[in-house]
């Protein structure tokens, strides 16, 4: 159980275009999921909370504009990477939280598998 | 305030030695702690969590941790290293909600032949 699925997987685009990245909770609802990227031999830097039926809550730094994230229902969040620029290439995972409260009973985490975004 | 410290940002053993891979945290409340396992361009799979019962934690692939709050450290063990085992390593600090997540730096296990 508590399988978290994201797609896509790898995406290559054009820059000046957008992406979408879905995160979705297979067989558990989830109030809140979480945005991180990854940079090569990094750890992970949490981005974005994402709030079903609410804004988004940004990490300090995280251009809110460039990084649309909307979560429309409780099994699923999308992070959309506006206007990508080369820069914006990386591994990007979202996480979630089983229950509709919003609260774990142990502060675990199910991770999606990641995309790799690469912006020529 | 949360912290967690992977005091090693690369280990190398050879196939079926000993694996330790060293995790120290810092917290102001009593928090779970977990071990993530990640493969190259992969998310992130749970090998082990700690979360106020048994001190001793057994994970998956023969992996297990130790918590042991006098000297705030939750490190990584495995009794023989396996080629499959190499990968990057997170130690991760939580607390009971999973709203304040602290990731450690990661380790990269390397595994010789």
């Known amino acids: 159980g508590a399988v978290v699925s994201q797609h896509p997987s790898w995406v290559i685009c054009k820059s000046g275009t957008s992406v979408k990245i879905e995160c979705r909770s297979l067989?558990?609802?989830?109030?809140?999921m979480f945005w991180y990227r990854q940079f090569p031999k990094q750890s992970l830097m949490l981005m974005a909370t994402?709030?079903?039926?609410?804004?988004?809550?940004?990490e300090q730094g995280v251009e809110k504009d460039k990084f649309l994230i909307n979560h429309a229902s409780l099994t699923l969040s999308t992070l959309t990477v506006t206007s990508a620029h080369p820069e914006d290439s990386s591994f990007y995972i979202c996480?979630?939280?089983?229950?509709?409260?919003?609260?774990?009973?142990?502060?675990?985490?199910?991770f999606g598998e990641g995309s790799r975004l690469t912006v020529l | 305030a949360q912290s967690v410290t992977q005091l090693d940002s690369h280990v190398s053993v050879s196939e079926g030695t000993p694996v330790l891979l060293r995790c120290n945290y810092s917290?102001?409340?009593?928090?779970?702690l977990f071990w993530y396992v990640q493969h190259p361009n992969k998310g992130l799979q749970l090998l082990l969590k700690?979360?106020?019962?048994?001190?001793l934690v057994k994970g998956i692939n023969g992996f297990e941790a130790e918590f042991k709050k006098s000297e705030t450290s939750f490190h990584l063990t495995k009794p023989s290293a396996h080629m499959s085992d190499a990968a990057e390593y997170f130690c991760?600090?939580?607390?009971?909600?999973?709203?304040?997540?602290?990731f450690g730096a990661g380790t990269r296990l390397f595994v010789k032949a």
């Open positions: 996480s979630a939280i089983p229950g509709t409260s919003g609260i774990g009973d142990t502060g675990e985490l199910f």
């Open positions: 991760v600090v939580s607390d009971r909600g999973g709203f304040k997540t602290i």
């Open positions: 067989d558990f609802q989830a109030t809140t």
């Open positions: 700690y979360t106020s019962a048994a001190t």
């Open positions: 994402s709030n079903e039926g609410s804004k988004a809550t940004y």
């Open positions: 917290s102001s409340y009593s928090p779970s």
